[in-house]
């Protein structure tokens, strides 16, 4: 039985939503599903409080005025809100904290936040189901004309929002990332072992991991990942480390730990894509989401052809020759956006479609597989369902 919700309550919810889509760069549509999924996680109260907020920054001191409440009743009120990513703490160069809304999707407190405690109670089970039902509705508009026009939509509103790095093995064997450039990118970038060791190593310290929305979201309607990855491998680093800590959505780890996580998500298939505070490129690095194609809110949406992709690349694959391969389908297994093909007894890599991630060659056995450097934006339109991977 579907969740009801009044009248005026799903005003206010629709109001909400669209004040939290003010601060993504992406927003999703407004989708019966999605109020639901505000419903379940946002009181009445919260609703209120959150709707006087508004897009403004405030101190604690200005929102306990705005709240007109007692402090010993305002901050317990105020802590399950910063728990559950709705409000986001902003650490100021003065050592001070201040606070304001988060956006809902992408890479708000939907997907940042709010299953990354680990916790899954019968409330976010609830979450899940309804959160899944939005996506299989953006899934079911995948027909002709419908298609056509969403992806011409898409394409127009759409904004770059990941940039893709590749892992390239030199001859010594270990395998890094070249990053010795200076760069106009996007609100995320996304990194492999070299580029993330270096952050390791300047927040030293200052280094945390939550549960992955995403590796949540998928393991409580019963589709595990098919890479094995655990949930709880979001790296956070600096100021966001302090964030999921004070609210116990994430714990402190050492350095070490932190290697250990990249190091094994990495051989199961990841692309570790970092996140900074408030998308913006000038504040410091927030996170590193350890990224396989079947879980990731962004591939796996690609291959169930509920959206398309927009990426920043900077390399292509190709087979250095067809001598070396064994086609042993290890490149096209660990793929993110289907680029591989095996046909004929050969690989076949589609350039275009090619994102540069670098995992076809990570994974090769026969270090058959090298990557090309060119600078490009990949658009990847939403495909057919007859092509879809999931």
């Not at 199961?268 to 879980?295: I, P, Q």
């Not at 591939?299 to 086609?327: H, V």
Request: aromatic letters at 10%.
């Amino acid at each position: 039985m579907e969740r009801a919700i009044s009248k005026a309550r799903g005003k206010k919810l629709r109001e909400l939503a669209k004040l939290f889509n003010t601060f993504s760069a992406n927003p999703p549509p407004i989708v019966k599903e999605l109020l639901i999924c505000l419903d379940i996680s946002v009181t009445p109260e919260e609703t209120d409080f959150l709707l006087m907020v508004g897009e403004n920054k405030y101190t604690y001191e200005q929102l306990l005025l705005l709240s007109d409440m007692p402090d010993e009743g305002f901050r317990p009120f105020f802590e399950k809100m910063r728990h559950k990513g709705m409000i986001n703490t902003i650490y100021e160069d003065n050592g001070k904290k201040s606070f304001m809304l988060y956006p809902m999707i992408p890479s708000g407190w939907f997907d940042d936040t709010y299953l990354s405690d680990g916790e899954e109670s019968e409330e976010k089970k609830e979450f899940v189901y309804y959160f899944d039902l939005a996506v299989k509705k953006l899934e079911n508009l995948n027909f002709f004309p419908v298609r056509p026009l969403l992806d011409l939509y898409t394409k127009k509103t759409m904004k770059t929002v990941n940039t893709i790095a590749a892992i390239n093995p030199p001859d010594s064997g270990k395998r890094f990332v070249n990053i010795d450039q200076t760069l106009k990118a996007p609100p995320s970038e996304v990194y492999t072992t070299h580029g993330v060791n270096e952050l390791i190593e300047k927040h030293e310290g200052s280094i945390a991991v939550k549960h992955c929305f995403c590796r949540q979201w998928r393991k409580m309607v019963d589709d595990q990942c098919d890479f094995g990855h655990p949930s709880e491998i979001c790296i956070a680093f600096g100021d966001r480390t302090k964030k999921y800590v004070e609210t116990g959505v994430g714990r402190a780890i050492s350095k070490e730990e932190a290697y250990k996580i990249i190091k094994d998500s990495q051989q199961r298939g990841a692309v570790h894509t970092v996140f900074y505070m408030e998308e913006d490129l000038n504040k410091s690095e927030a996170e590193v989401c350890n990224c396989c194609w079947d879980c990731c809110g962004v591939f796996r949406m690609y291959n169930t052809g509920a959206q398309p992709l927009l990426l920043k690349a900077f390399y292509f694959a190709e087979l250095i020759d067809d001598d070396s391969c064994s086609c042993c389908g290890e490149c096209e297994r660990y793929c993110p956006v289907n680029a591989i093909h095996m046909s004929d007894g050969k690989v076949q890599i589609n350039k275009e479609k090619c994102i540069g991630c670098g995992q076809c060659q990570f994974q090769c056995p026969e270090e058959a597989i090298q990557l090309v450097f060119q600078e490009r934006e990949v658009y990847l339109p939403i495909q057919k369902k007859s092509d879809c991977r999931l």
